[in-house]
């Protein structure tokens, strides 16, 4: 009839069920990437400070979070984020929408974000600083022109901290400290702290309270109701910039990702670097040197049941083995003028990216394994017969046509290790680790160094911060990027087998 579709013939419904679960499956991906994009990435838009007035004539401003019915509340229920921890003791208030008698939003509220206490929500009075005093409109501009200064000052300061005086008293433990250097880059720092010290703001929330705030503990102040469009997509885009480009501060709550980040892909790398050589030998070996008998067999039924083995197995393996037993043994060979304070006997970068080559070698060995076998015998056969030794018909013929199928064992790995969490928490990720594994001191890659993990900084963030609630947005954001950087090394290893496969062309499949 027509109209009526046709089924293909003799395959009844099959087609249809795994083309519509193939549909559901890239329908929620696509959902959970929106949920992630939509959540994490508004964090960083400038919303409006609403001012609510009470029917009892309260004030309070915030930004409305959401609206529900509370279990014990008679009617519905609203969320505002009110900031100003040090006057109220908590920055969330539960709001009846029935006591609710106006809401507006003027274009004076300030919003001020703070290394200490959270972020301010009310109104600037005055700016203090060096015996002058700046009210009304010219303390928000003086305000502003001070924020730009202090900011090159922390940056000046920062930078002569981490590239200057950290490397030269890690070098205090093993070679004379050049002490002039030292003493000009600590005189430097006093006299930038100097500068950015000094100054107040005087402050007042809506319902009249006042509070003075020294200046130097305000990074930014921003005035969302009077914002225009452009001013807040500019906001926006600073605000994301900083998410990537700063280290976390204030427990992990606040601040950026930069050094979880670094940590996650050159852990990532290293990983590669040392599980790809291994796991193709080893499928060389079984496939191509190893006597196809019983005991092959079993060893391919053994490295099939590694990649089932819980991860956390991996972890307690890698620290007995690799930072007790290798890194103590190292420490007492040479390191033993720094014992008891371990230097390779305890959790670091190296310890942790062979714990995940262990864990995703079986994957690179199935992969390359089933690779090796879509190889053609008469490839071997005429390689051989036109005079080649056994070395170079594996170097020159087999491994080159053989190299897409590596390549997918190693995207296998990587997308597996980049998300694992569990083994990292025993052989090297730490809470905090703001200081990347990389610098200009000798050897320049410290794979001894702890390190951050974005992993590990969505269940640090979500599970052990203060503020649930207000640490959300992060768990959103940071889970966004991992998703990104996993992506990111996922299709540049794609790349890599699509030019590989149309070099040396594709092998049939079997």
């Known amino acids: 009839m027509i109209g009526r579709a046709r089924l293909p013939r003799g395959e009844g419904v099959w087609p249809w069920l795994a083309a519509g679960s193939l549909a559901l499956s890239l329908l929620m991906l696509a959902g959970l990437l929106f949920l992630l994009a939509v959540r994490g990435m508004g964090h960083f838009w400038p919303s409006p400070l609403t001012l609510v007035t009470l029917e009892d004539g309260r004030l309070l401003a915030g930004q409305a979070v959401r609206e529900e019915r509370q279990p014990n509340a008679a009617g519905r229920e609203r969320l505002y984020l009110t900031g100003n921890r040090d006057l109220d003791g908590a920055i969330w208030r539960w709001v009846a929408v029935d006591e609710i008698a106006e809401e507006s939003r ?3 509220l300030v919003v001020l974000e703070r290394t200490r206490w959270g972020s301010f929500q009310g109104r600037l009075l005055a700016l203090e600083e ?14 502003q022109a001070r924020l730009q200064e202090l900011a090159a000052l922390r940056a000046e300061r920062d930078r002569l901290r981490d590239e200057i005086v950290v490397p030269l008293v890690r070098r205090m433990e093993r070679e ?11 005189a430097r720092i006093r006299e930038l702290q100097a500068r950015i010290a000094g100054g ?21 102040a921003w005035r969302p109701n009077a914002m225009s469009p452009p001013a807040k997509v500019a906001a926006w885009g600073g605000g994301v910039w900083r998410f990537l480009a700063e280290g976390p501060r204030a427990a992990n709550s606040a601040g950026g990702v930069w050094p979880a980040i670094f940590g996650t892909v050159l852990m990532v790398l290293l990983m590669s670097v040392v ?54 043994s190292l420490d007492e060979w040479f390191f033993a003028d720094q014992l008891p304070s371990p230097t390779f006997g305890t959790g670091g970068l190296l310890w ?31 390689a051989l017969a036109l005079g080649a030794t056994r070395v170079e018909m ?3 013929v087999v491994l080159p046509m053989t190299a897409p199928a590596m390549l997918t064992g190693v995207i296998l790995a990587v997308a597996r290790a980049a998300g694992e969490v569990a083994p990292l928490m025993l052989v090297g990720v730490a809470k905090l680790a703001p200081q990347v594994p990389v610098d200009g001191d000798f050897p320049f890659l410290h794979l001894e160094r702890k390190f951050m993990h974005l992993g590990y900084h969505i269940y640090d963030v979500a599970f052990h911060g203060s503020d649930v609630q207000a640490a959300l947005p992060l768990v959103y954001a940071t889970a966004l990027l991992l998703v990104l950087v996993i992506l990111v090394l996922n299709l540049t290893a794609i790349f890599l087998r699509h030019h590989l496969r149309a070099r040396h062309g594709a092998l049939p499949r079997r």
């Open 352 to 382: 942790a990216s062979l714990t995940l080559a262990l864990l995703t070698l079986p994957v690179v060995i199935v992969a390359t394994e089933e690779g090796l076998a879509r190889v053609p015998d008469h490839q071997r056969e005429g």
């Open 200 to 220: 107040r703001l005087l402050l007042e929330s809506v319902d009249g309270r006042r509070l003075e705030q020294p200046l130097e503990q305000v990074l930014r």
């Open 394 to 396: 594996l170097t020159r």
């Open 106 to 108: 003027p274009r004076d």
């Open 130 to 143: 060096r015996g002058e005093r700046v009210e009304g409109e010219a303390a928000w501009a003086a305000l």
């Open 275 to 328: 599980v790809t050589p291994f796991g193709v030998l080893a499928a060389i070996y079984l496939n191509e040197i190893a006597h196809q008998g019983r005991l092959t067999h079993l060893v391919r039924i053994a490295v099939r049941n590694l990649a089932g083995v819980p991860s956390i197995v991996y972890g307690v393996f890698g620290l007995g083995v690799f930072v007790y037993g290798i890194g103590g």
């Open 176 to 186: 004379p400290l050049a002490e002039a250097e030292l003493a000009r880059a600590s």
